[in-house]
């Protein structure tokens, strides 16, 4: 990472001054990064970060949370000064096996980045700055695509065996892009988890299904609950009641006819608070959910703690009975 334009601020307001840019630029970048990750200045005005990834695009969220964080006005003497960071990216092994390898890798990549404007961040692998910039493009179209409204909800019924009546049914979104046609969830909602997308998403799928299901009651149809997944965004989110009333009030839906599912490891790193937010849902008189029970850390003997009205065995323990 290599500051762009730092000659200017010497220039301008002398070396003290640039020196404590350069203090100023170590104390934001310890804040963005993770406890696994390490930091360093390299000489002048360039820096790197080492970080383990378990894929790409870590390295593309770590890159976008440095350049937000530089761009943020410093104060110099009394003066605003405004500078951008330049990235130059490398994965080990595929750029290089040592240190020195990545580092030159890094460097060359870096400079791609300023000869092309600065303030952004370039791969040494041509093949993974098209990955990024598809990334880019892809959460672009989906902010546009909130506005425009192509998302829409299928119903994903749930059956009584005995007597194949609907009982039940989950609302699973979809992406109809004008352009590119049907794009599964797959696709779009770790790009909206990134991004802090799937918030406004999430706000607007638990609308809708509720909207959706009381058009069913008026029309005659035997009530059904409606179960809706939330993020663990959202869950965590300090606004997630008042949300949820929003839309029960707006659409005429009593609460006993939604279901919020979330999944175990959302509860996990803070037990007690994850109760603390699922009693306040059941207070409401909402059901709550927990999807794939069993694939991360939790046991049985939790289920007696957390206030859920349904359990959803992961399939993998039932894939061979």
């Known amino acids: 990472m290599g500051l762009d334009r730092f000659t200017l601020v010497n220039d301008a307001l002398g070396y003290a001054a640039g020196d404590q840019m350069l203090r100023e630029v170590a104390e934001r970048l310890a804040k963005v990064i993770r ?5 360093a200045r390299l000489d002048g005005d360039k820096f790197a970060v080492m970080t383990p990834i378990s894929a790409i695009d870590d390295s593309v969220i ?3 949370k440095v350049l937000n964080a530089i761009k943020k006005p410093f ?3 009394g003066e605003e000064v405004f500078v ?3 990235i130059g990216i490398s994965i080990y092994p595929t ?4 240190f020195d390898d990545l580092l030159k890798d890094s460097l060359s990549a870096m400079q791609y980045a300023k000869q092309d404007g600065g303030s952004q961040y370039r791969f040494f692998a041509s093949d993974m700055n098209a990955k990024a910039k598809n990334r880019l493009a892809l959460e672009k179209r989906m902010r546009a695509a909130l506005v425009n409204q192509e998302f829409v909800l299928f119903y ?10 609907v009982k039940g049914a989950e609302a699973l979104i979809r992406w109809i892009d004008p352009v590119h046609g049907m794009i599964g969830p797959g696709e779009f909602i770790p790009v909206a988890e990134e991004t802090g997308l799937i918030v406004d998403i999430g706000t607007w799928v638990m609308r809708a299904a509720c909207f959706q299901t009381k058009a069913w009651q008026d029309a005659g149809y ?3 609950k409606m179960s809706v997944n939330v993020s663990s965004m959202q869950f965590k989110a300090k606004d997630l009641l008042d949300k949820v009333k929003s839309a029960l009030a707006d659409t005429g839906l009593e609460a006993k006819w939604l279901e919020l599912e979330i999944t175990e490891s959302m509860l996990m790193n803070d037990v007690e608070g994850a109760i603390t937010r699922m009693q306040a849902v059941r207070d409401l008189g909402c059901g709550l959910s927990i999807d794939d029970f069993g694939t991360g850390y939790s046991s ?17 323990f039932v894939r061979d009975v």
């Open 300 to 316: 049985l003997s939790y289920l007696g703690r957390f206030p859920i009205t349904t359990l959803k065995i992961d399939r993998a």
């Open 95 to 98: 750029d290089g096996e040592d």
């Open 75 to 77: 104060t110099l003497k």
């Open 35 to 39: 406890v696994s990750d390490t930091a």
């Open 84 to 86: 951008t960071f330049s």
């Open 62 to 64: 770590v890159a976008e």
């Open 156 to 165: 994903q019924p749930k059956v009584e065996p005995k007597t194949d009546r």
């Open 222 to 224: 035997a009530p059904i």
